[in-house]
């Protein structure tokens, strides 16, 4: 028995509501940017219904369109560095662990946005290379080579960090210290 | 900071991820999520071949919930004797075309039949082959068969008529499934904790298009400010019961168990099929159970009181 259009998006919605929903929440500025987000995914899933693959392609479909719509929102809102904020809400830790984290996330706030999804998609979303590779479109391989070089440039970065380096573009750099004729250093 | 190693650079990563807030966020609320899927089909208008048609509600719209299990023994329903605790009235229930309170077993052409219905919605989104599943309990109710597969990665639960009531999920998550496919059995006198939800389910009896509409759907309708799309959604609700409703519960059985009998709210009294350390019951209304009675094989019964869905 052919199944309709609305028996097969539920089947879809059910099948991945929760993942894109986790996914876009952990990126979105604001709760109410996640719901808007996940509403115009699916949405935008229903209208296409014939073009969603099947099975796990259908769900990487999903991410690449949740993707696409945070990055319009992004542009829209200019809030890009809302993850500082959030650590700072996150339950307390040890506080050995608190400091790592808290550099931690200053160093992947520093990376560029790709590198940042990049390493996002594997240690927030758990997907493979693979998996990843279907999302921004691109083969494992690229994946994999592009992931290992956002790896490295998050380790220069903590690297930096905790020695009081400024990175440009991966380089550590000495912070210029400003000085003023006639005044004096602190 | 130290030098890193690579796992101790993944786990940083890991502990970065901004928390979901559940109470926070309105995207991983049940209601939210079921309400925007109503949203997406009935307002939406899906040109097909050049034809635009219009796309009534959810034609599956069972809503995955855990009703909260209000016992002594907490998530776990215990056995025992019937003290002073709620006597379960045999109240006749009302009538509904093609469905019954009573469970028979099912025979091997219905299972079949209702399996294949099903099996042709999850080749949608089922990463198992269900075609080589078993089904570990099956029932017959009026015109519909039921039956529950596990597999290493899901549990699924499939109801059919064979016609155009067919209804399909799944629920390993919420059963405490393992990574390897095992769901936890409970104490043999007990029963894991009621699994299920209810939505619109055309093809399936009941449904007044008049009866009061549930509370989540209510709240849906209060909190849109359009009255114009507020009259329209509340039109595509009340269509929606007048094509069918549904509820269904499941979950593991203790091997002592020998009977589940639940009552919902509204008078009905139903009696789950307990079959190879499951039970399951589904019911033509929108209703939660309000209580759960479990009966052992000795003859002991226990009742528990459910509390709202959780």
């Known amino acids: 028995m052919p199944g309709s259009d609305v028996e097969l998006f539920r089947m879809l919605y059910e099948a991945n509501y929760e993942r894109i929903a986790a996914y876009v929440l952990r990126r979105a500025a604001s709760p109410e940017d996640a719901a808007d ?67 931690a996330a ?81 | 900071m130290s030098n890193t190693t690579p796992d101790h650079e993944w786990e940083l990563l890991r502990a970065i991820a901004p928390a979901l807030d559940y109470h926070k966020a309105p995207v991983l609320d049940p209601d939210h999520r079921e309400d925007l899927f109503l949203s997406i089909v009935a307002n939406e208008h899906r040109p097909r071949w050049g034809v635009a048609r219009v796309v009534w509600l959810a034609r599956t719209g069972h809503r995955r919930r855990r009703w909260a299990a209000v016992g002594a023994s907490g998530t776990v329903l215990g056995g025992g004797i019937v003290a002073a605790l709620v006597l379960l009235s045999s109240t006749a229930a009302p009538a509904f075309a093609g469905w019954s309170a009573d469970p028979t077993s099912a025979t091997p052409a219905a299972l079949a039949a209702a399996t294949a219905d099903c099996n042709f919605k999850w080749d949608r989104s089922s990463p198992d082959d269900m075609t080589t599943a078993d089904a570990v309990l099956s029932e017959t109710r009026g015109a519909y068969t039921a039956a529950i597969f596990v597999t290493s990665s899901n549990v699924y639960d499939c109801i059919s008529n064979g016609g155009n009531g067919t209804t399909v999920g799944s629920g390993g998550g919420a059963l405490g499934q393992t990574a390897n496919g095992t769901v936890p059995s409970p104490a043999p006198d007990q029963i894991s904790s009621p699994f299920g939800g209810g939505g619109s389910a055309p093809g399936f009896p009941g449904g007044n298009p008049n009866e009061p509409l549930p509370q989540r759907w209510q709240r849906r309708l209060s909190n849109m400010s359009n009255p114009t799309q507020r009259a329209r959604q509340e039109q595509d609700f009340r269509k929606a019961l007048s094509q069918g409703v549904a509820s269904f519960t499941y979950g593991r059985a203790g091997s002592d168990v020998s009977a589940v009998t639940l009552t919902i709210a509204g008078g009905l009294t139903v009696d789950a099929t307990v079959q190879n350390g499951w039970y399951f019951a589904w019911w033509p209304t929108l209703d939660s159970p309000t209580a759960v009675q479990v009966t052992t094989n000795s003859g002991s019964t226990a009742t528990t009181t459910l509390g709202p869905l959780g």
Request: proline letters at 2%.
């Open chain 1, 37 to 103: 987000a996940v509403s115009e995914t699916f949405l935008t899933a229903w209208r296409r219904l014939d073009a969603v693959p099947r099975g796990e392609q259908g769900t990487m479909w999903l991410y690449a369109t949740a993707r696409r719509v945070l990055g319009n929102q992004r542009r829209s809102t200019e809030r890009r560095h809302r993850l500082r904020e959030r650590i700072s809400q996150q339950p307390a830790l040890e506080s050995a662990d608190l400091a790592d984290v808290g550099v």
């Open chain 1, 106 to 186: 200053d160093a992947f706030s520093r990376l560029r946005l790709d590198d940042q999804e990049l390493l996002a998609l594997i240690a927030w979303d758990g997907l493979t290379h693979r998996q990843i590779g279907a999302v921004l479109g691109c083969s494992e391989n690229a994946a994999k080579l592009r992931a290992s070089r956002a790896r490295q440039r998050f380790v220069s970065e903590l690297a930096a960090l905790s020695t009081g380096l400024t990175t440009t573009n991966g380089i550590a750099t000495r912070p210029e210290c400003a000085t003023q004729t006639g005044e004096a250093n602190e």
